[in-house]
């Protein structure tokens, strides 16, 4: 057999690879193109400053050990790699902080799944930018979709979900950039099937791998893409097959997935426009309540006075932000502070505010946050609007006996919250300002922002150190 049936273009990964080899640039309408934008931008400032950060230095050296030198850019380094050690390398980096966006129905970092791929390939096609604008969100389309389809089962099973779906976007974001048939990339898809992964065991102890999981994706969507350019099959049913990615990954909650979603309206329902830009360097799950720790902060005189706080989070990202309780309470890096309810809530409270130096050393050892984190709990928030927004909530209890409460619905970032241009421009600037100097970090954020009117290695001759 040396070639795909034609019936395979009738599945849903046929369907996601006819819709990504017809996609062109002036097909995507002008406001995901402009959302599409900003969504980079983002992604690249928070590449950026994860230089800043004892990791980068670490997965650069250990990268470099296997590959030697290359043609292609590491976000803010001097050095350049070769083209899948260079994705592996800007993966880790955009979504080494955590700090990179989140589209929140399908609890997927959609742009560490795709932006990865598409910066390095195309660097070293020497693509257009408005071909990688085309591949990116041809890719988000499908990252979203399985992150969507599954309703959060990935993890409920205990796999990261953005480590598995960029496996997959990243095939897709690779075979538009190349040039491939639907056929070429509906085999790219089914390749990926056997490569993606992404294990949760990070949240045990704060370890660095679900910094990789994107990275590693776009390695193996880009192998992927190349195997399938000259022949190469894969399965044409590599999410609903009787083995495929629905099956294995969701274990008991196979059931409940929405396979008619993967493929449903593509090219006119945008879902990448809905992805939310982070406020926060922390978990979004915890981005409600941040907002209501902060909002309460000025009605509370004396943080002596405070006798207790409870945490209204939704229920299903308990394991995940609030369990084991005792291990929240002093999280010993800043990973696992991130995914500490109890923490980044006493330090909202404290400080009034959350940024990067929220995660510094210092700022986990600071004895006021700890005191308060040990006196907080968490508990699901009847009130949430999870999964379309992660809503959340504060209770305080002051020594008087008064009761505080705050609650947040939409949390910001998203939907009629979403940060527009001049935020998310300026979350960049001070983002990419922990890497470049600031005139040249300004020079970059108006690049990016023009990155579909330029060749691809102009602009990121803007993101490279001095």
């Known amino acids: 057999m040396n070639a795909m049936p034609p019936a395979s273009l009738a599945t849903p990964a046929g369907r996601i690879a006819a819709f990504a080899a017809a996609l062109t640039h002036d097909a995507i309408p002008a406001a995901v193109r402009e959302r599409a934008r900003l969504q980079i931008l983002d992604g690249l400032g928070v590449g950026l400053a994860s230089n800043a950060y004892p990791f980068a230095a670490t997965a650069l050296a250990g990268i470099q050990a296997l590959s030697g030198p290359g043609d292609c850019t590491v976000l803010g380094r001097r050095e350049k790699l070769p083209m899948r050690d260079a994705a592996l390398a800007n993966g880790i980096l955009i979504h080494g902080l955590d700090f990179d966006d989140t589209h929140l129905a399908s609890i997927v970092h959609a742009t560490a799944a795709c932006l990865p791929a598409a910066l390095s390939l195309a660097e070293a096609l020497d693509a257009h930018g408005s ?49 491939l048939s639907a056929e070429q990339i509906l085999s790219a898809q089914g390749i990926a099937s056997s490569s993606a992964a992404g294990l949760q065991l ?39 097959g009787k083995f495929g990615l629905f099956e294995t990954h969701l274990q008991a909650h196979a059931a409940e997935a929405d396979i008619g979603c993967l493929a449903a309206d593509l090219g006119t329902r945008w879902e990448l426009a809905e992805t939310a830009i982070k406020p926060y360097p922390v978990c979004h799950f915890i981005h409600g309540a941040a907002d209501a720790a902060i909002a309460l902060r000025a009605a509370i005189p004396d ?10 989070l939704p229920g299903p990202t308990l394991p995940i932000v609030a369990e084991p309780a005792a291990d929240k309470l002093r999280p010993q890096t800043d990973y696992a502070a991130k995914f500490s309810a109890p923490f980044v809530i006493a330090t909202c409270l404290v400080r009034g505010y959350f940024g990067l130096a929220e995660l510094l050393p210092e700022a986990l050892v600071d004895p006021r946050i700890l005191a308060l984190a040990g006196r907080t709990t968490c508990a699901a928030d009847p009130d949430t609007a999870f999964p ?8 305080v209890e002051l020594t008087d006996g008064r009761r505080l409460r705050q609650h947040v619905r939409v949390n910001s970032g998203a939907g009629e919250r979403r940060l527009d241009q001049a935020a998310v421009a300026a979350k960049f600037r001070a983002a990419a300002g922990m890497a470049l100097a600031p005139a040249q970090a300004s020079r970059a954020c108006e690049a990016i922002l023009a990155i579909d009117r330029r060749p691809v290695r102009e602009t990121l001759r803007a993101l490279a150190a001095a």
């Open 202 to 240: 990070f949240l045990e102890e704060g370890a660095w791998t679900k910094r990789f999981h994107p990275g590693w994706g776009a390695v193996a969507g880009i192998t992927a893409a190349y195997l399938a350019r000259p022949g190469f099959i894969g399965p044409s049913r590599p999410y609903e």
């Open 131 to 179: 071909e990688l604008l085309a591949a990116y969100a041809a890719g988000m389309e499908v990252a979203i979709r399985i992150g969507a389809a599954v309703k959060a089962g990935f993890h409920h099973a205990g796999f990261h979900a953005t480590g598995i779906v960029s496996h997959f976007s990243s095939a897709v974001v690779a075979g538009r950039l190349l040039g």
């Open 388 to 395: 379309a927004y992660f809503s959340g909530g504060v209770e």
């Open 303 to 312: 943080l002596a006075a405070i006798a207790a706080v409870r945490v209204l």
